[in-house]
Nanobody, 128 residues
Framework: QVQLVESGGGSVQAGGSLRLSCATS????????MGWFRQAPGKEREGVAVIDGDGGTEYAESAKGRFTISIDNAKNTLYLQMNSLKPEDTAMYYCAADGWDGTSWCRVVTTRDAFGFWGQGTQVTVSS
């Protein structure tokens, strides 16, 4: 059973930074596609950033230049460094993961149904 546990959310003022972490349990696949999604009240869940087992990354337009996704394979932990936060970044942030076969499905626009494993979410609130 794969488990994902997020941490690092909180409340910050606009312009501040947060680093989200997603710790994973044992990983049964030879590779992975992992990502961060977010969902604001009344809105659809949207992809923020993804990373694949080859180290390829992709970001939503809203995250480019401000957020960085990374993974520490030794610690089995996924990160999302968020800088220059804006009030519109306020949302529940979720990490997601699944095995990756090297094909092109690992994209930031990939629908949530493609990911089989999800964390419980961590709240990020940015005040103006």
């Amino acid at each position: 059973q794969v488990q994902l546990v997020e941490s690092g959310g909180g409340s910050v003022q606009a312009g501040g930074s947060l680093r989200l972490s997603c710790a994973t349990s044992r990983w049964p696949y030879s590779s992975y596609c992992m990502g961060w999604f977010r969902q604001a009240p009344g809105k659809e869940r949207e992809g923020v950033a993804v990373i694949d087992g080859d180290g390829g990354t992709e970001y939503a337009e809203s995250a480019k230049g401000r957020f960085t996704i990374s993974i520490d394979n030794a610690k089995n932990t996924l990160y999302l460094q968020m800088n220059s936060l804006k009030p519109e970044d306020t949302a529940m942030y979720y990490c997601a993961a699944d095995g990756w076969d090297g094909t092109s499905w690992c994209r930031v626009v990939t629908t949530r149904d493609a990911f089989g494993f999800w964390g419980q979410g961590t709240q990020v609130t940015v005040s103006s």
